[in-house]
C-alpha cells in the first residue's frame, strides 16, 4: 500500500519527464561517483523524482553540481530515446542497468538514450517499462533540490526539472517587477523578435534555449 507502479505516481507528461531525467542521473552518478552505483528504488510523481542509491558517504556540493551538470549537458544535446524488447539475459549482457532486487520476466524492455559521441554508442541503457520521452530535450533544466542518508549505505536525491515549476502552464508570462520572460516550447523566433525589438533589459528563461539576457 502507499507504493507507486514500477516507482511512478501516473504517466502524466510530467512524470514521464521525471522518468527519463532519472535515467541520465543514474548514469550520471556512475560517471561522477562511482560505477558501482545502482538504483536502490525511486519514486517518481509530476512534482519531483525521488532515487535512492548505494553510496557510503554525503555528497559534496561540488559533486552535486557537477552531477547536474552532466544531466543538464546531456539533455542540450536533444538525445534521441529509444525502446526495444529483448530477452532478460540479452538486455543484461547488452550493459542494460537493471534496479537491485528486482524480478524481471523473461522478454524486458530496454530504454536507451542514444550518444553517438560516445564510444559504447549510447549514454544510459537500462531495463524498464517506460513510459519516456522520445528525446532528452522535452525534459526541462534539471535541479536537485535535496541529497540525504536515508539507510546505512543508501543515500537519496531528490530532484526537479524547473519546466514543471515556470513553463507548463504557459506559453509566456512576464513578471515585470523581475524583467523576467518565461518561454514555453510553443514561443517562437517571433517573440524572442519583439523582445529585443522592445529594448528592454530582461533575463529569457526557456527548457528550449539558453539562458540569456538581452539589455538595452
Same mark, same amino acid.
Given at each position: 500500500?502507499?507504493?507507486?507502479?514500477?516507482?511512478? !505516481?501516473?504517466?502524466?507528461?510530467?512524470?514521464?519527464?521525471?522518468?527519463?531525467?532519472?535515467?541520465?542521473?543514474? *548514469? !550520471?552518478?556512475?560517471?561522477?561517483?562511482?560505477?558501482?552505483?545502482?538504483?536502490?528504488?525511486?519514486?517518481?510523481?509530476?512534482?519531483?523524482?525521488?532515487?535512492?542509491?548505494?553510496?557510503?558517504?554525503?555528497?559534496?556540493?561540488?559533486?552535486?553540481?557537477?552531477?547536474?551538470?552532466?544531466?543538464?549537458?546531456?539533455?542540450?544535446?536533444s538525445?534521441?530515446?529509444?525502446?526495444? *524488447?529483448?530477452?532478460?539475459?540479452?538486455?543484461?549482457?547488452?550493459?542494460?542497468?537493471? %534496479?537491485?532486487?528486482?524480478?524481471?520476466? *523473461?522478454?524486458?524492455?530496454?530504454?536507451?538514450?542514444?550518444?553517438?559521441?560516445?564510444?559504447?554508442?549510447?549514454?544510459?541503457?537500462?531495463?524498464?517499462?517506460?513510459?519516456?520521452? =522520445?528525446?532528452?530535450?522535452?525534459?526541462? =533544466?534539471?535541479?536537485?533540490?535535496? /541529497? %540525504?542518508?536515508?539507510?546505512?549505505?543508501?543515500?537519496?536525491? =531528490?530532484?526537479?526539472? *524547473?519546466?514543471?515549476?515556470l513553463l507548463?502552464?504557459?506559453?509566456?508570462?512576464?513578471?515585470?517587477?523581475?524583467?523576467?520572460?518565461?518561454?514555453?516550447?510553443? !514561443?517562437g523566433?517571433?517573440?524572442?523578435?519583439?523582445?529585443?525589438?522592445?529594448?528592454?533589459?530582461?533575463?529569457?528563461?526557456?527548457?528550449?534555449?539558453? /539562458?540569456?539576457?538581452? =539589455?538595452?
Open positions: 500500500k502507499g507504493r507507486f507502479s514500477s516507482g511512478l !505516481a501516473d504517466h502524466s507528461e510530467k512524470t514521464t519527464r521525471l522518468h527519463t531525467a532519472t535515467h541520465l542521473l543514474n *548514469e !550520471a552518478l556512475r560517471i561522477i561517483l562511482d560505477k558501482s552505483i545502482k538504483q536502490k528504488g525511486s519514486n517518481i510523481t509530476p512534482e519531483r523524482l525521488r532515487f535512492d542509491f548505494n553510496f557510503p558517504r554525503k555528497l559534496s556540493d561540488w559533486e552535486i553540481k557537477e552531477i547536474e551538470n552532466l544531466v543538464n549537458k546531456k539533455i542540450s544535446e538525445l534521441k530515446v529509444e525502446k526495444k *524488447e529483448m530477452p532478460l539475459k540479452k538486455a543484461l549482457n547488452s550493459g542494460a542497468q537493471s %534496479e537491485f532486487g528486482v524480478k524481471y520476466p *523473461e522478454k524486458v524492455s530496454v530504454y536507451t538514450i542514444i550518444d553517438k559521441n560516445d564510444k559504447k554508442g549510447w549514454f544510459s541503457k537500462e531495463i524498464c517499462t517506460g513510459p519516456h520521452v =522520445k528525446n532528452t530535450k522535452e525534459i526541462g =533544466k534539471f535541479k536537485i533540490i535535496k /541529497e %540525504e542518508s536515508v539507510a546505512a549505505g543508501i543515500r537519496r536525491i =531528490k530532484a526537479i526539472v *524547473e519546466w514543471n515549476f507548463s502552464e504557459y506559453k509566456m508570462k512576464t513578471f515585470s517587477n523581475q524583467n523576467t520572460i518565461y518561454i514555453g516550447r510553443n !514561443a523566433d517571433e517573440i524572442i523578435h519583439e523582445i529585443k525589438n522592445a529594448k528592454k533589459s530582461v533575463k529569457i528563461v526557456s527548457p528550449y534555449l539558453s /539562458e540569456s539576457y538581452i =539589455k538595452e
